[in-house]
């Protein structure tokens, strides 16, 4: 069936780091691509999409390509802040959105 | 432009009883999928409605039941709860024209607790 899998959190960084988050995904023919966020105690936010292969989508500094071949679609951002702490969850969308466990990111100064 | 709307906030319920959560979509969608996210968890699929019938269905127990009304707004009815229904209700709106690439809007969710 399909699925999700991202890497186990928590992801714990200092202010301006790197950012990695690995997402792959199982999915039947050539879904959408989505990336939501949520901030503690509050609802699913949607960070970026992209929606072919090859695509990139970006926001906030986010971004993250649409790689078909090995059907993935990782989330990378330059320099994290401690308001990105949150927890990210990657969602492929043949025709519904599939989450995973989503990924916590927590930032310290 | 009024975003994804759920109400009530907060809900506490006891075994066995029923309950019913209601979403208003964002202003202009036409489509409602309802999610059940337990705490620490992803979001799970429950249902999603277009043109006030179920359009396709996760991989939940006929104990969980919606409607959609004409107006595009849409309630989730869950009967005979279970301790394990305690989670938090998610309701997402999108536009069925925008096919395989329609971003879903979120609202703020519906915290149930089944005592």
């Known amino acids: 069936g399909d699925s999700v899998t991202q890497m186990e959190g928590p992801v714990t960084l200092s202010e301006e780091a790197f950012l990695t988050i690995n997402c792959t995904y199982t999915?039947?023919?050539?879904?959408?691509l989505f990336w939501y966020v949520q901030y503690p105690g509050e609802g699913l936010q949607l960070l970026l999409k992209?929606?072919?292969?090859?695509d990139k989508g970006s926001n906030k500094g986010f971004e993250a390509t649409y790689r078909k071949e090995t059907t993935s679609f990782h989330l990378e951002k330059g320099s994290v802040q401690v308001s990105d702490s949150a927890v990210y969850f990657c969602?492929?969308?043949?025709?519904?959105?599939?989450f995973g466990t989503g990924t916590r990111l927590q930032v310290f100064p | 432009d009024a975003g994804v709307t759920q109400s009530p906030t907060h809900l506490i319920k006891t075994r066995g009883q029923q309950v019913t959560l209601r979403c208003s979509p964002k202003?202009?969608?036409?489509?409602v999928s309802w999610y059940q996210q337990a705490l620490g968890q992803g979001p799970q699929f429950i249902f999603q409605?277009?043109?006030?019938?179920?359009?396709q269905r996760g991989n939940f127990p006929d104990r969980f039941s919606g409607h959609q009304f004409p107006n595009y707004s849409s309630e989730l009815n869950v009967n005979a709860l279970l301790l394990g229904d305690s989670a938090l209700y998610l309701c997402?709106?999108?536009?069925?024209?925008?096919?395989?690439?329609?971003?879903?809007?979120f609202g703020p969710g519906t915290r149930l607790t089944v005592l």
């Open positions: 997402a709106s999108s536009l069925a024209a925008s096919g395989s690439t329609d971003t879903q809007y």
């Open positions: 969602a492929p969308s043949p025709n519904k959105l599939i």
């Open positions: 202003s202009g969608h036409d489509t």
């Open positions: 992209a929606t072919k292969a090859d």
């Open positions: 999915a039947t023919g050539y879904p959408s």
């Open positions: 409605y277009y043109e006030e019938e179920e359009r």
